[in-house]
């Protein structure tokens, strides 16, 4: 019953299509179909929020906004659309929570963004950004076209803009009872403390590999790269999944994080190790 209800909208956007692209209908039929098809849609959506406030009335504190948001989404859809469109409001989420200056500050927060090469990359679509709306007034003809493609460039500097809060605003935490490992909005996943086997600093690097999460081919090993490198290499006592932008990594035993204070982070993880085996 959970997956027909997740196919049953995009069946139902592929019928209203079908039904007026090939023009089987009257006008006014084609709008009658299009009313109910919508009509349709917004039921389920009620459906699967209704059921989602009844799922998650019932959980223990604590869940993440977005995961109960997903997870929602997920009764009424496709899982990859459910966590395509939690990445869409995260992303805005991030944004707005930066530049209202809501960073999170305090000696449990531990940033990793500083060798990140986004800022970068923002630089450069914004010096893109002119040259293309010249270059569109030049040479594409129709005009509702160049405001197209004005829009998608307008939104993907807001996406880069995002890209950059989501890794300010999404430190690494560490917890009363485990480590919260974070890599923006496309990484995010929790070490139990009793989970920590060894600790090492250092520098640690992937050959061709800059920014971004490589797990390696055996399945075992996974870096969080910013810069070109991680700092911070974790031994698992148990094999870790972490959530990705839309899956999850295999169980990995070997975690490398990028950190911007690595001594700083590796006393302070120490010290809740040791806190952690004393009770």
């Known amino acids: 019953m959970k997956q027909a209800h997740k196919l049953l909208l995009p069946m139902l956007i592929l019928v209203e299509l079908a039904l007026v692209s090939l023009d089987v209908l009257q006008l006014e039929q084609a709008v009658a179909v299009v009313v109910a098809v919508e009509l349709a849609a917004s039921l389920l959506a009620l459906y699967g929020l209704w059921a989602g406030i009844r799922r998650f009335r019932s959980r223990a504190l604590g869940t993440p906004w977005w995961v109960a948001l997903e997870e929602t989404l997920g009764i009424a859809m496709p899982d990859l659309a459910a966590r395509a469109i939690v990445l869409e409001i995260r992303m805005w989420a991030h944004l707005l929570g930066w530049l209202l200056g809501r960073r999170p500050r305090g000696p449990q927060y531990f940033s990793y963004h500083r060798r990140s090469f986004i800022p970068w990359l923002l630089l450069l679509v914004v010096i893109e950004l002119p040259v293309e709306v010249v270059l569109a007034e030049l040479f594409v003809p ?6 197209t ?24 935490v560490l917890e009363d009872d485990r480590l919260l490992v974070r890599s923006g909005i ?7 403390y009793d989970d920590v086997a060894q600790l090492e600093v250092g520098r640690f690097e992937v050959k061709g590999r800059r ?13 969080q790269l910013l810069g070109g490198r991680a700092d911070v290499r974790l031994r698992l ?9 839309l899956r999850r990594t295999p169980p990995v035993e070997t975690l490398h994080l990028s950190v911007d204070e690595p001594e700083r982070f590796a006393q302070a993880l120490r010290g809740k190790l040791r806190e952690f085996a004393d009770n």
């Open 142 to 147: 129709r005009g509702w076209l160049r405001w």
């Open 237 to 245: 006592a148990s094999p870790t999944s972490f959530r990705r932008a």
């Open 211 to 223: 920014e971004g999460l490589y797990v390696d081919p055996s399945g075992r090993s996974a870096w």
């Open 149 to 172: 493609l004005l829009l998608l460039s307008i939104y993907g500097l807001i996406w880069v803009l995002g890209l950059h809060a989501s890794l300010v605003m999404l430190p690494h």
């Open 186 to 192: 496309f990484l995010e996943g929790a070490v139990r």
